[in-house]
C-alpha cells in the first residue's frame, strides 16, 4: 500500500558532495561573525577609539586648538601633587560609598515593601520608577531650586515652623553642598536598585517560604536564611552598575553646584571636565579621566568575583 | 503523633467559597489519602491544616487542640511539597537540619537527628551535596528527610509523587508507604491519581467541588461506591455507565440504551421503570452466551490483560479480560455483566440506589 503511494515520480537527483562554499554557508562561526559586526564596529568606533584617543592624549600635552606634543607621565607627576585632584579623588569616594550604601539599603528595603501583597501595587511600582525616568539634568535643576540659598523650599517652610530664622545656604556651605547632592544622587538611584532586586525577589519561589515558614522561621529568619542567600547574585550585578554609575557621575554635580563650594563637591568626572574642556588643557583632562579606570577596574573585579557561580547553583539543571 | 478533627471547614477567597463544610475524622497513625481532580479544594483544604490558608469557618484539630488560631510553625507539623522546596542554597545536610537549626538545637543534635533520617532513606552518601546535583528521585527523598528530622505529630504531602517519572513514582510510593508502617506518624497525603490513593491509603477521602463525596476504605470505596463521581473516579480504566430503566420482567433486569438487556441481582424498591445509570467495572463482563452483543472497535493487549473497547447498545464500554481472547475490530461478541457487582445509581442524583 505505502509503495504505491510513494512511487517517485521522477528520477532521484544523484547525491552531491557538499562544495566548499556550502560549507561556508552552513558554518555557525561564519554565520556568527556577520551577526557580530554590527556590534563589533559601534563598540571600536564609540568606545575603544575614545578609550584610546584618551589614553595618548594623557601622555601629550595636548590644548584645545593644538595636537601637542608627547611628554610622557609629566601629566600624572603634575596631578600626583595636585591636591585639589586629590580632593576630587577624596570626594569621589565619599560620594560613591555613602551614596551606594544608602542606595542598596533603601533600595532593597522598597523591593521587599513592592513585593508584599498590598492594595495599589501595580501602580506603586510604577510610581517608584518616576526618579528614573525624569531626565538627570531636569531632576538636577529641580533640586538646585529646592536647595536655592534664597528660594530654597526647604529653609522657607523651616523659617514657617519657626525651626530656623536664617536661610540654610545648602549649596554654599562645604558639608551641606556633599550631602544636598548625595541626597540628590540617592533620590535618582532608588529606583534602579529597588526595581531590579524586586525582580530578583520575584525568582524566589513562593514556596521556600512556605516551607521556611513550617520550618519554624520568623520574618527575620526567612530574610536571612532565604531570601537574602538566594539575592546576593543579583545584589551583586545591581551593586555593580550602581557603584559604577555613581562613580562616573557628571551631570547632577555639574547642574547642581559644578564643583563647588571651593572644590568640595568636584568629582573626578567634572574635574577632568573642567580643566579639559572649560580651561581646555586637554593632557591634563585626560589624565584625570583615566585615573578614574584603575577605581573601576576594582569594582567590576570586585563583583566578578561576586558574580562567580557559586557552589550551589552548579551542577546539572534538571528541573 | 496525633489524631486530626477536621469539622465543617469552609474556605472563601472573597466571595467565592471553594470548600463548603468539609468534615473528616483523622485517627492517630492514620494514613488519609485526599484524592479529587483538580480544583476540587484538596491542596487548600491540606493548606489550611498546615497554617499555611486561614479557615473562614469551621475548625481544625490536632490532637486535642483547635489550631485555627495557631501559627504553622506552632503546630508541630511538616510539609512535603510538589516542588519539594528544597532550599537551592544549602546542601542536603543544612536542608534536613534547618528546622532544628532555627530551633536553637546544638549542632551535634542536628546532626544527629539528620544522620538519623539520612540513614532512614538512605540518603547518607548525599549529605554534602545540594539539590541541583540531585536526582528528581532524591530532591524527593530529601524533602522526606526534611519532614522526618522534625519529628512531627503529623505529615503533610502536597501531590509529592507528581513531578516523577512513571516508574519512580511506582517505587516512591511503595517507599512512603513503607515509611508510615514504620514511623506511624499521622499522614494526611493528597493526590489527584486515584492508583496512589487506592494503593497506600488506610482511608481515602474522595472530593469533588469543595465538598466530601466519600470516606472510606479504599476496597470499600471500589465495591460500594456512594454516587456516580466516586464511582466513576476509582478505578481504572474507568467504570462504564450505561443509561435506561429498571424493568423485570418476571426476574430484576435493566433496560438499557436501545432496548439492551441487562442483569441485575435485585431490583430497588419501587424502582420498577425507573430511570437509572446502570454501572459496572471493565473487569466484571464476562464472556457468555446469555450476555448482551456487542461489537469490538479497538483491542489494547498489554501483555497481563487485554482492555476491549465495544459497542454495546450503541454506547462505547470498555471490558477487561485476564484471559487471551482472539478479537479483531468488528467481531461481535457476548457480553455479560456479574449482576452480583453491578451498580445503579439515581439518574439526577447520582446517588446509589441497590445495597
Given at each position: 500500500?505505502?509503495?504505491?503511494?510513494?512511487?517517485?515520480?521522477?528520477?532521484?537527483?544523484?547525491?552531491?558532495?557538499?562544495?566548499?562554499?556550502?560549507?561556508?554557508?552552513?558554518?555557525r562561526?561564519?554565520?556568527?561573525?556577520?551577526?557580530?559586526?554590527?556590534?563589533?564596529?559601534?563598540?571600536?568606533?564609540?568606545?575603544?577609539?575614545?578609550?584610546?584617543?584618551?589614553?595618548?592624549?594623557?601622555?601629550?600635552?595636548?590644548?584645545?586648538?593644538?595636537?601637542?606634543?608627547?611628554?610622557?607621565?609629566?601629566?600624572?607627576?603634575?596631578?600626583?601633587?595636585?591636591?585639589?585632584?586629590?580632593?576630587?579623588?577624596?570626594?569621589?569616594?565619599?560620594?560613591?560609598?555613602?551614596?551606594?550604601?544608602?542606595?542598596?539599603?533603601?533600595?532593597?528595603?522598597?523591593?521587599?515593601?513592592?513585593?508584599?501583597?498590598?492594595?495599589?501595587?501595580?501602580?506603586?511600582?510604577?510610581?517608584?520608577?518616576?526618579?528614573?525616568?525624569?531626565?538627570?539634568?531636569?531632576?538636577?535643576?529641580?533640586?538646585?531650586?529646592?536647595?536655592?540659598s534664597?528660594?530654597?523650599?526647604?529653609?522657607?517652610?523651616?523659617?514657617?515652623?519657626?525651626?530656623?530664622?536664617?536661610?540654610?545656604?545648602?549649596?554654599?556651605d562645604?558639608?551641606?553642598?556633599?550631602?544636598?547632592?548625595?541626597?540628590?544622587?540617592?533620590?535618582?538611584?532608588?529606583?534602579?536598585?529597588?526595581?531590579?532586586?524586586?525582580?530578583?525577589?520575584?525568582?524566589?519561589?513562593?514556596?521556600?517560604?512556605?516551607?521556611?515558614?513550617?520550618?519554624g522561621?520568623?520574618?527575620?529568619?526567612?530574610?536571612?536564611f532565604?531570601?537574602?542567600?538566594?539575592?546576593?547574585?543579583?545584589?551583586?550585578?545591581?551593586?555593580?552598575?550602581?557603584?559604577?554609575?555613581?562613580?562616573?557621575?557628571?551631570?547632577?554635580?555639574?547642574?547642581m553646584?559644578?564643583?563647588?563650594?571651593?572644590?568640595?563637591?568636584?568629582?573626578?568626572?567634572?574635574?577632568?571636565?573642567?580643566?579639559?574642556?572649560?580651561g581646555?588643557?586637554?593632557?591634563?583632562?585626560?589624565?584625570?579621566?583615566?585615573?578614574?579606570?584603575?577605581?573601576?577596574?576594582?569594582?567590576?573585579?570586585?563583583?566578578?568575583?561576586?558574580?562567580?557561580?557559586?557552589?550551589?547553583?552548579?551542577?546539572?539543571?534538571?528541573? | 503523633?496525633?489524631?486530626?478533627?477536621?469539622?465543617?471547614?469552609?474556605?472563601?477567597?472573597?466571595?467565592?467559597?471553594?470548600?463548603?463544610?468539609?468534615?473528616?475524622?483523622i485517627?492517630?497513625?492514620?494514613?488519609?489519602?485526599?484524592?479529587?481532580?483538580s480544583?476540587?479544594?484538596?491542596?487548600?483544604?491540606?493548606?489550611?491544616?498546615?497554617?499555611?490558608?486561614?479557615?473562614?469557618?469551621?475548625?481544625?484539630?490536632?490532637?486535642?487542640?483547635?489550631?485555627?488560631?495557631?501559627?504553622?510553625?506552632?503546630?508541630?507539623?511538616?510539609?512535603?511539597?510538589?516542588?519539594?522546596?528544597?532550599?537551592?542554597?544549602?546542601?542536603?545536610?543544612?536542608?534536613?537540619g534547618?528546622?532544628?537549626?532555627?530551633?536553637?538545637?546544638?549542632?551535634?543534635?542536628?546532626?544527629?537527628?539528620?544522620?538519623?533520617?539520612?540513614?532512614?532513606?538512605?540518603?547518607?552518601?548525599?549529605?554534602?551535596?545540594?539539590?541541583?546535583?540531585?536526582?528528581?528521585?532524591?530532591?524527593?527523598?530529601?524533602?522526606?528527610?526534611?519532614?522526618?528530622?522534625?519529628?512531627?505529630?503529623?505529615?503533610?504531602f502536597?501531590?509529592?509523587?507528581?513531578?516523577?517519572?512513571?516508574?519512580?513514582?511506582?517505587?516512591?510510593?511503595?517507599?512512603?508507604?513503607?515509611?508510615?508502617?514504620?514511623?506511624?506518624?499521622?499522614?494526611?497525603?493528597?493526590?489527584?491519581?486515584?492508583?496512589?490513593?487506592?494503593?497506600?491509603?488506610?482511608?481515602?477521602?474522595?472530593?469533588?467541588?469543595?465538598?466530601?463525596?466519600?470516606?472510606?476504605?479504599?476496597?470499600?470505596?471500589?465495591?460500594?461506591?456512594?454516587?456516580?463521581?466516586?464511582?466513576?473516579?476509582?478505578?481504572?480504566?474507568?467504570?462504564?455507565?450505561?443509561?435506561?430503566?429498571?424493568?423485570?420482567?418476571?426476574?430484576?433486569?435493566?433496560?438499557?440504551?436501545?432496548?439492551?438487556?441487562?442483569?441485575?441481582?435485585?431490583?430497588?424498591?419501587?424502582?420498577?421503570?425507573?430511570?437509572?445509570?446502570y454501572?459496572?467495572?471493565?473487569?466484571?463482563?464476562?464472556?457468555?452466551?446469555?450476555?448482551?452483543?456487542?461489537?469490538?472497535?479497538?483491542?489494547?493487549?498489554?501483555?497481563?490483560?487485554?482492555?476491549?473497547?465495544?459497542?454495546?447498545?450503541?454506547?462505547?464500554?470498555?471490558?477487561?479480560?485476564?484471559?487471551?481472547?482472539?478479537?479483531?475490530?468488528?467481531?461481535k461478541?457476548?457480553?455479560?455483566?456479574?449482576?452480583?457487582?453491578?451498580?445503579?445509581?439515581?439518574?439526577?442524583?447520582?446517588?446509589r440506589?441497590?445495597?
Open positions: 500500500m505505502a509503495d504505491v503511494a510513494l512511487q517517485p515520480r521522477t528520477a532521484r537527483r544523484p547525491i552531491r558532495e557538499a562544495s566548499r562554499w556550502d560549507l561556508i554557508k552552513a558554518n562561526n561564519y554565520l556568527g561573525f556577520w551577526f557580530m559586526l554590527p556590534a563589533m564596529v559601534f563598540l571600536v568606533l564609540f568606545l575603544a577609539y575614545p578609550l584610546g584617543l584618551g589614553i595618548w592624549i594623557s601622555f601629550t600635552d595636548a590644548r584645545i586648538g593644538r595636537p601637542g606634543a608627547f611628554v610622557g607621565l609629566e601629566n600624572y607627576e603634575w596631578l600626583w601633587g595636585d591636591s585639589i585632584f586629590w580632593l576630587s579623588v577624596f570626594n569621589t569616594l565619599l560620594y560613591t560609598s555613602v551614596a551606594s550604601v544608602i542606595k542598596f539599603a533603601i533600595g532593597l528595603y522598597l523591593a521587599l515593601l513592592l513585593n508584599e501583597n498590598m492594595p495599589f501595587k501595580a501602580m506603586l511600582r510604577a510610581l517608584v520608577l518616576i526618579p528614573f525616568i525624569v531626565p538627570t539634568v531636569l531632576s538636577a535643576l529641580a533640586f538646585w531650586w529646592i536647595f536655592d534664597q528660594f530654597s523650599i526647604i529653609s522657607w517652610s523651616l523659617k514657617q515652623m519657626g525651626l530656623i530664622t536664617d536661610n540654610i545656604n545648602f549649596l554654599g562645604v558639608t551641606w553642598a556633599r550631602i544636598c547632592v548625595i541626597f540628590a544622587n540617592i533620590w535618582r538611584g532608588v529606583p534602579f536598585v529597588a526595581i531590579t532586586l524586586l525582580a530578583g525577589l520575584q525568582t524566589v519561589s513562593p514556596s521556600l517560604y512556605e516551607a521556611a515558614t513550617l520550618d522561621a520568623t520574618s527575620w529568619q526567612r530574610f536571612r532565604i531570601t537574602y542567600p538566594l539575592l546576593t547574585p543579583i545584589i551583586a550585578v545591581v551593586m555593580t552598575f550602581s557603584v559604577l554609575f555613581t562613580f562616573t557621575d557628571f551631570q547632577l554635580i555639574w547642574a553646584t559644578r564643583g563647588g563650594p571651593v572644590n568640595a563637591t568636584h568629582l573626578m568626572a567634572t574635574l577632568s571636565y573642567q580643566r579639559a574642556i572649560i581646555g588643557v586637554l593632557g591634563e583632562g585626560a589624565a584625570i579621566s583615566n585615573a578614574m579606570i584603575p577605581f573601576l577596574l576594582a569594582a567590576i573585579m570586585v563583583s566578578w568575583f561576586g558574580l562567580q557561580r557559586r557552589k550551589w547553583q552548579q551542577g546539572e539543571n534538571n528541573d | 503523633m496525633s489524631s486530626v478533627q477536621i469539622r465543617d471547614v469552609r474556605k472563601s477567597f472573597g466571595n467565592f467559597e471553594v470548600l463548603h463544610g468539609v468534615s473528616i475524622p485517627e492517630d497513625g492514620e494514613f488519609v489519602v485526599l484524592v479529587g481532580p480544583g476540587c479544594g484538596k491542596s487548600t483544604l491540606l493548606r489550611m491544616l498546615a497554617g499555611l490558608e486561614n479557615i473562614t469557618s469551621g475548625t481544625i484539630s490536632i490532637g486535642d487542640k483547635v489550631v485555627n488560631n495557631v501559627q504553622p510553625k506552632e503546630r508541630d507539623i511538616a510539609m512535603v511539597f510538589q516542588n519539594y522546596a528544597l532550599y537551592p542554597h544549602m546542601t542536603v545536610a543544612d536542608n534536613m534547618f528546622s532544628l537549626k532555627l530551633r536553637g538545637a546544638k549542632p551535634e543534635e542536628i546532626s544527629n537527628g539528620v544522620k538519623r533520617a539520612a540513614e532512614i532513606l538512605a540518603l547518607t552518601p548525599l549529605l554534602e551535596r545540594y539539590p541541583r546535583q540531585l536526582s528528581g528521585g532524591q530532591r524527593q527523598r530529601v524533602a522526606m528527610g526534611r519532614a522526618i528530622v522534625r519529628d512531627p505529630q503529623v505529615f503533610l502536597d501531590e509529592p509523587l507528581s513531578n516523577l517519572d512513571a516508574k519512580l513514582r511506582v517505587a516512591m510510593r511503595t517507599e512512603i508507604k513503607e515509611l508510615h508502617q514504620r514511623l506511624r506518624t499521622t499522614t494526611v497525603y493528597v493526590t489527584h491519581d486515584q492508583i496512589e490513593a487506592m494503593t497506600m491509603a488506610d482511608k481515602i477521602v474522595v472530593m469533588h467541588d469543595g465538598i466530601v463525596e466519600q470516606m472510606g476504605t479504599p476496597l470499600e470505596l471500589y465495591d460500594t461506591p456512594a454516587n456516580q463521581f466516586v464511582a466513576g473516579f476509582i478505578g481504572s480504566p474507568a467504570m462504564n455507565f450505561l443509561k435506561g430503566k429498571v424493568k423485570s420482567n418476571g426476574s430484576a433486569g435493566f433496560e438499557g440504551p436501545n432496548g439492551v438487556k441487562l442483569p441485575l441481582m435485585s431490583a430497588p424498591a419501587n424502582s420498577e421503570g425507573k430511570p437509572a445509570v454501572g459496572v467495572r471493565p473487569e466484571h463482563f464476562t464472556i457468555a452466551d446469555d450476555g448482551a452483543e456487542a461489537e469490538i472497535v479497538v483491542v489494547e493487549p498489554t501483555g497481563s490483560e487485554t482492555q476491549v473497547f465495544a459497542k454495546l447498545g450503541g454506547e462505547q464500554v470498555v471490558a477487561v479480560f485476564r484471559e487471551r481472547h482472539q478479537f479483531n475490530p468488528g467481531d461478541i457476548r457480553l455479560k455483566p456479574d449482576p452480583a457487582l453491578v451498580h445503579l445509581f439515581d439518574e439526577t442524583t447520582g446517588k440506589l441497590n445495597a
